[in-house]
């Protein structure tokens, strides 16, 4: 019912999203617009900035330039390389997850609710427009097929310029820890992140956007693998029986037949191996920015951090290329498309403010299930407005999938208060 009552209101808004005609077909290319090239030539483009990044940083660092530079470039350079080392009375506490006693039920609810309804909105319209810029043409007449956008690069460039925006004024007009950090460690996490959501748009030229969702919901199986492999980690049988329903579930979505061809957009072993990559540079990504926490720094400065070099990566990248004019072009040709990946970017950036604060005031379990809620609705949103063919057996499999995320979510939460209840309390140490 949410879905429809959804898909009405987009379609109400943006009238274009659901045209564009049946399942498309991938458009022949050469080989220099192959995925896999592309992806060679944008990791190219990012190693120009790396590489030498890198050799700066071990130079400073050879010549101990922290006591023995001077000049107008040692502040900028101590700030890139050294970080500054956060003192007792620059530091400002970070906020933990607030539960006033004077707070009443009712309040605590309608605050649930508009986060709730925030995370929906910013990412079900996300979804939605991920998939219309990706799969559909713009400017199509009677008698033109019209044209698609093609470069994913550009889209992840707009994405990151208004996170970047966003979060650097909620810096600067709301008080944040002082920042330690070495601002090239953001780098690390600034190009798998830059990987991981270039995979995804790529992925969407060859895979249906619910077998994507269904992908990213899966990636907990490869995080337990390697957890398993490096570093020797042990799981509860619980985490187990869960990863395995996943499994099934996910096969069964996969395997069962329909209608849609398997040719082009469908399952194909492009769209797998791009999948594959997205999981794995978000797995990075995540573990990175868990490591640069220790610097006691605000979400919304790793925010900042993340995007900054993000910025930096996917414009230089464009400009060696000569793309990005031609991204520029395609906006002033198709004002729709300006429109759609506006939109797209503004959804972006709000959905990680709606993150903050939701993980902020209820806890990650309640953000967890509001987050699986919407990987189902993005799914039978998908399949309202753009035809995806969904059986009874994939159903099922969406199903299986979603469900063992919440027994997950669930057992996770009965485990952490079976620890409380057995640690004695005596210290009041609280861990942000």
Known sequence: MVARWWAVVVLVALPSLG??????????ESWTQQWFFRFLVNAAGYASFMVPGYLLVQYFRRRNYLETGR???FPLVKTCVFGN?????????????TEAADTTPTWQALKLLFCAAGLQVCYLTWGVLQERVMTRSYGATATWAGERFTDSQFLVLMNRVLALVVAGLYCLFCKQPRH???????????????????CQYEALKFVSFPTQVLAKASKVIPVMLMGKLVSRRSYEQWEYLTAGLISIGVSMFLLSSGSEPRSSPATTLSGLILLAGYIAFDSF?????????????????????????????????LLEQGTLLEGTRFMGRHSEFAAHALLLSVCSAC????IFYTIGQFGAA????IMTLRQAF???????????TLTVVGALGAAVVFVALLLRVYARGRLKQRVKKAVPIESPVQKV
């Open 85 to 97: 080392e956060p003192k007792a009375s620059d530091e400002v506490p970070l906020a933990p997850r």
């Open 180 to 198: 330690g950090a070495p601002m090239y460690r953001y780098s690390f996490a600034s190009l798998s992140n830059v990987l991981s959501s270039w």
């Open 71 to 73: 000049g107008l470039c």
């Open 19 to 28: 045209a564009g005609g049946e399942t498309p077909e991938a458009p022949p």
């Open 351 to 354: 959905g990680q403010l709606f």
């Open 378 to 388: 993005a799914i039978l949103l998908s399949c309202l407005l753009y035809g995806h």
């Open 366 to 369: 309640v953000f967890t299930i």
């Open 285 to 317: 990504t995540s573990n990175w920015q868990d490591a640069l926490f220790a610097y006691k720094m605000s979400s919304v400065q790793m925010m900042f951090g993340v995007n900054l070099f993000s910025c930096l990566f996917t414009v230089g990248s």
